[in-house]
């Protein structure tokens, strides 16, 4: 069961994904040989996610076309077998596979055209259990940044606050709509996701990012709100990957960037950080730039001039107020573990040549706040 039903927020009936892969075992009485040939089927199957079920409608898997490309649609399926320790080896090796309309799921060679029963090749060197792996296709990320800005409206000065929600994912895998939950008002505003948005608003810089769903809020009092932004596939609410943000309208206007998250989380090859920007002025932050030096640098601006060991540049979003996501691999970047490291985050806003702010941590390669990133919420 990839799908419950369940209550969002404020209460409200929804769909919610609560699984992302499930597994099932071919076989435990038939040993595969490398060099053997085999066909797998899948009679009866029966994997509920819409309203209508896999076994009634095949149009909602992945499948390769006669052109040897992926055709992107709910569920993909995949051959793997799984090690004594739990981990999944897809057994990519297989030839092309494709799904033929019918009772059955077939593991097909698409060269073939012979309405028999077409045989794969297996040729993997992997000894195990053969496993069918039912994936749900999924966006592989959802970010959320925003900006402030200013309008006339009845001769008078407005502000508004434009949250701007970005999401990255593979060819055909598009989100329903974004859910936006107000926690003044208890309400929930929800937008299509519209890919032709560039071509209707060519002029607005912000609507020209692909993959994005906007919200426009306008700024009427100086309480403090808090939005939940959720994005939607076309079969169940992704709350797996929802991000919350709270503003204090009192502060809009205000020149100031601030930034209060700095997080980690050492991996086996990499290093995950999460840092926050909050700024509520009307110039957006336009760049942003990581430095990493393996020496102590005090806030004296001749030690940000030092050559840093490495530098991330973060340029895949509009605006970075809000929350940021970077994850860096050792090897690339020439990174340590188990090293001490100190942080300088540049920052700077449109139309600006110069950082408008610099903003130091320490990062620790070490796996000893691992623990302290994962509880954070709690």
């Given amino acids: 069961m990839f799908i ?51 076994k009634e409608d095949t149009s909602k898997i992945s499948y390769y076309n006669d052109k040897d490309e992926l055709q992107h649609r709910y569920i993909k399926f995949s051959l793997a077998t799984i090690d004594s320790n739990g981990r999944i080896i897809y057994l990519s090796d297989l030839l092309n ?10 593991m097909a060679e698409k060269s073939e055209k012979s309405e028999n029963p077409i ?10 259990n053969l496993y069918l792996i039912s994936e749900l296709e999924v966006i592989n990320s959802f970010n959320v940044t925003y900006r402030f800005y200013k309008k006339i409206e009845n001769n008078e000065e407005v502000w508004y606050l434009r949250l701007i929600t970005t999401f990255e994912a593979q060819p055909e895998i598009n989100l329903a709509s974004v859910k936006l939950y107000d926690y003044i008002t208890n309400e929930v505003k929800e937008i299509e996701y519209n890919p032709l948005i560039k071509q209707l608003l060519p002029n607005d810089p912000d609507y020209s990012i ?10 009427e009092d100086k309480e ?46 990499s290093i995950a950080i999460t840092f926050d920007l909050s700024n509520y002025s009307d110039k957006y932050i336009s760049k942003v730039d990581l430095l990493f030096y393996d020496e102590i640098c005090s806030d004296n601006l001749t030690q940000i001039e030092k050559t840093p060991i490495y530098t991330e540049y973060i340029t895949n979003k509009k605006s970075y107020s809000g929350y940021n ?17 100190r942080v300088i ?14 903003i130091y941590h320490w990062l620790y390669t070490n796996g000893v706040y691992n623990d302290y990133y994962n509880n954070i919420d709690k």
Avoid: C
């Fill in 224 to 269: 403090i709100h808090t939005y939940t932004l959720v994005p939607v596939m076309p079969y169940a609410d992704y709350t797996q990957l929802k991000q919350t943000l709270s503003f204090n309208f009192e502060n809009v206007g205000r020149e100031e960037i601030q930034s209060e998250i700095w997080q980690y989380f050492k991996q086996d090859n």
């Fill in 345 to 358: 985050i540049k920052v700077y806003q449109e139309d600006q040549e110069t950082p408008v702010k610099y």
């Fill in 119 to 128: 045989y794969n090749i297996f040729n993997s060197k992997i000894a195990g």
């Fill in 325 to 341: 996501n970077v994850i860096i691999d050792f090897t690339e970047s020439g990174l340590k573990k188990d090293a001490l490291y």
């Fill in 4 to 54: 419950k039903e369940t209550k969002d927020e404020f209460g409200n009936k929804i769909k919610e994904i609560i699984s992302l892969i499930d597994k099932s075992k071919i076989s435990k009485d038939i040993i595969l040989n490398p060099g053997d040939k085999f066909i797998v089927y899948g009679d009866g199957l029966n994997l509920n996610i819409s309203e209508t079920t896999i």
């Fill in 97 to 106: 596979r494709e799904i033929i309309k019918s009772k059955y799921l077939k």
């Fill in 210 to 219: 692909s993959n994005s769903v906007i919200f426009d809020i306008k700024v």
